[in-house]
């Protein structure tokens, strides 16, 4: 990363830390889907009395530890990518790559949110609930809202900073590389 990126205390417009804590719930989400999975298993498959619920929880968490692990991503733009082209191109159009991919995602998650927000109202409308526990499920929905809102922030964010040009690019040349001490 270059030196004007975001590993200074605190990061551009003080988003590291926030992400860096957004990136630790969404993996604690992960790791409990995956417990939760496997005991489910585990107790459907050897003692015939599966978890309640577990297949709702399950899926619930999973949605939300996406949609707030994106968030952190689209703001480092750590994401997986094909650099073919990105590789053969200089500086100047690497830029322009970097703005246009940026300026689509943003798009894409801003149109993402405002849908996901409607279903989320409707899901708190109609009251649904779990099947076997029965519990109302919106607020795992709302906080899936929660994160693509988050995304979308951070990927204005991004795209902000590419535009005055203080963003690491995914791939910077090995001279330009500085180690945080």
């Known amino acids: ?17 926030f992400a860096v804590w957004v990136e630790f719930a969404a993996a604690f989400l992960m790791g409990l889907v995956t417990l939760l999975a496997f005991v489910s298993a585990v107790m459907r498959y050897a003692f015939s009395a599966p978890i ?9 968490a999973l949605g ?15 994401h997986i990518s094909v650099d073919l082209l990105y590789e053969l191109l200089g500086k100047t159009w690497r ?14 998650f801003a149109v993402l949110t405002v849908m996901m927000s409607k279903n989320a109202q409707d ?10 526990l029965r519990f109302e499920i919106w607020p ?34 090995p001279s330009a590389l500085v180690t945080e001490e």
């Not at 004007?4 to 551009?12: E, I, K, R, W």
């Not at 899901?123 to 099947?131: D, I, K, L």
């Open 1 to 17: 990363m270059t030196q004007n990126s975001d590993t200074s205390v605190g990061g551009a417009f003080g988003l590291r830390r």
């Open 52 to 60: 309640p619920d577990s297949h709702d929880i399950g899926r619930l």
């Open 64 to 78: 939300v530890a996406i949609f707030w692990g994106v968030a952190t991503v689209n703001y480092t733009g750590t």
């Open 95 to 108: 830029r322009v790559m970097d703005f246009i991919s940026t300026a689509l995602v943003l798009v894409s």
């Open 123 to 132: 899901v708190f409308a109609t009251g649904e609930h779990s099947y076997d």
């Open 140 to 173: 795992a929905y709302w906080l899936m809202v929660i994160g693509a809102g988050l995304a979308t922030l951070t990927t204005a964010l991004r795209l902000w900073l590419i535009i005055k040009n203080e963003t690491p690019h995914a791939h910077e040349e």
